[in-house]
């Protein structure tokens, strides 16, 4: 059975850092692309940044640099390290199976998520 499961959201101000984790269970890192997404309120899921099975990754133009995708075959954790976060970036984050297009089309697995909170 393929399971995720997020943490490490929390509430912060503006300019502080977040470092979330995705433990991935069922599939191998090597073999499977995980993404991370994230849904603002009243907003339809967005797609953030993908690692691929090789380790190269792929990040969303807008994020600016801001937020770093990782992982830890040791321990098949995906992590996306969140600098600099700001009051839009507020909302719920999922880690998924697959690319950008499993996130566009509803696809792959995904976790229960984690809130990240952004405000003074």
């Known amino acids: 059975e393929v399971q995720l499961v997020e943490s490490g959201g929390g509430l912060v101000q503006p300019g502080e850092s977040l470092r979330l984790s995705c433990v991935v269970s069922g599939l191998t890192l090597y073999a499977t692309d995980i993404s991370w997404a994230r849904q603002a309120p009243g907003k339809g899921l967005e797609w953030l940044s993908t690692i691929f099975s090789g380790g190269s990754d792929s990040n969303k133009d807008s994020i600016g640099g801001r937020f770093t995708i990782g992982r830890d075959i040791g321990t098949n954790t995906v992590y996306l390290q969140m600098n600099n976060l700001k009051p839009e970036d507020t909302g719920v984050y999922y880690c998924?199976?697959?690319?950008?297009?499993?996130?566009?089309?509803?696809?792959?697995?995904r976790g229960q998520g984690t809130q990240v909170t952004v405000s003074s």
């Open positions: 998924v199976t697959g690319t950008a297009q499993a996130v566009f089309r509803g696809e792959g697995h």
